[in-house]
């Protein structure tokens, strides 16, 4: 009886989210245009590059250098550059501690000092620099849809890199964030893996993982959530409930880091 009540509560709580999302959409007709503004310069060609060969691919995403553009808006001006940067690399370095044998990328949405570059690049297997992609730069520039660059610039790889990519595993960790413990490393059923927040009905994008769902589906899957998300909705509202993927939750992910730079967490 219990668990039905608190069905029924999600089930209204989350027809609540819908209505308010619709309405908005409807008080921002602008943003439509805008958004499908930002589809048309959403045509990637595939790149031809060395195939990688490794069976586990570490995705790092960062928006390093948030101010680096007047055009684009800045969620937490109180985290700098300089902390943000320090932060990445020691992502980067947890990756090698725990996972010796992964292909780690860094998806970089913005510009920095060459010579701040040149360090990633020593530290990772592939820097790539989406920071001048005219989709990119737009999905930055969309008020209140922090997830907008994160979904624009993972697609936009994905869709270059798809004939490249023979993995097992793909995994995303936030620039932001350190591994403490390597929670996915013996994990390897079909589907998404996350840890969930029953209390919010959603999951955490800090750090989760993929594993044998090939790249086309993937970007179907970031493909499919860009249009609400663009208009504010949470990606961690919507991945898990999009597409017929199978779902894993996890109670921890070995994580440690600053949530917007000030909250101190161990997740």
């Keep these: 009886m219990l668990k039905q ?25 602008n943003q439509i245009v805008f958004f499908y503004a930002l589809k048309k310069t959403m045509a990637w060609e595939p790149k031809k590059i060395q195939k990688i060969k490794n069976k586990d691919i570490f995705i790092v995403t960062s928006c390093t250098n948030p101010s680096d553009n007047i055009l684009n808006f800045n969620y937490n001006e109180h985290h700098s550059f ?39 690049i020593n530290l990772s297997d592939f820097f790539y ?9 737009l999905s930055r520039q969309i008020k209140n849809a922090k997830g907008a660059p994160y979904s624009v610039k993972i697609i936009k790889f994905l869709a270059e890199h798809k004939a490249v990519i023979n993995h097992k595993r793909i995994f995303f960790l936030s620039g932001r964030y350190v591994l403490n413990d390597s929670v996915f490393k013996t994990q390897f059923s079909k589907g998404l893996h996350f840890k969930y927040y029953p209390m919010h009905d959603q999951v955490s ?56 730079g000030v909250q101190e967490i161990y997740e």
């Design 129 to 137: 620099d989406v920071s001048r992609d005219s989709a990119v730069q």
């Design 5 to 29: 009540k608190s069905n029924l509560i999600k089930k209204v709580k989350r027809a609540l989210i819908d209505i308010k999302f619709y309405l908005k959409i409807v008080k921002n007709i």
């Design 205 to 260: 994008l800090r750090h989760y993982m993929i594993c044998d769902i090939c790249v086309e589906q993937i970007i179907q899957l970031f493909s499919k959530t860009l249009f609400p998300v663009a208009f504010g909705r949470s990606q961690e509202d919507l991945i898990f409930r999009t597409g017929k993927m199978p779902i894993h939750f996890y109670p921890k992910l070995g994580i440690h880091g600053y949530v917007n």
């Design 82 to 120: 300089k902390n943000r940067y320090s932060e990445l690399l020691l992502t980067i370095r947890s990756i090698r501690q725990f996972y010796p044998n992964a292909f780690v990328i860094n998806l970089e949405n913005s510009s920095m000092p060459l010579k701040n570059v040149k360090r990633i």
